[in-house]
């Protein structure tokens, strides 16, 4: 995990996790105002082609949640309960229910698109 990735995860847990925001990019803000020392000042926004590939994906639609039938958010790099990193996830912010996939974006374009010919 590089200096990015750990101080997006410690912003996760500081604002997500207490409820305090659902939102990556605002708990990511808060942190970098409010919490992170010089070490840890990192750019607010990358752009990269797993982001694009991932506004691609939403582009379908996001999938209800099994359990809640809630709409479900899509990760890139998910981090699941034991701390294995997983390509991707589909997570229910309603329930909590989490879809980890070691398929990347991309892999997901290439399925829903075909889906989407049927």
């Known amino acids: ?3 990015r990735d750990t ?3 410690r912003a996760r847990i500081v604002y997500m996790d207490s409820g305090v925001t659902n939102n990556i990019t605002e708990a990511l803000r808060l942190y970098l105002r409010d919490v992170a020392g010089p070490d840890e ?3 607010l926004f ?4 797993e982001q694009h590939q991932m506004r691609e994906v939403l ?3 996001r999938p209800e949640c099994d359990f809640c039938k809630a709409e479900m958010f899509f ?3 998910a981090v699941d309960q ?3 990193t997983h390509a991707t996830a589909w997570v229910c912010k309603n329930c909590g229910y989490e879809f980890y996939s070691d398929m990347t ?3 997901w374009l290439k399925v829903l698109r075909g889906a989407d010919r049927k």
């Open 7 to 9: 101080v997006i995860e």
């Open 59 to 61: 582009k379908f639609g």
């Open 105 to 107: 974006p991309k892999q």
């Open 82 to 84: 034991h701390g294995t």
């Open 75 to 77: 990760r890139i790099c």
């Open 41 to 43: 000042q990192v750019p």
């Open 1 to 3: 995990m590089d200096d």
């Open 46 to 49: 990358i752009s990269s082609p």
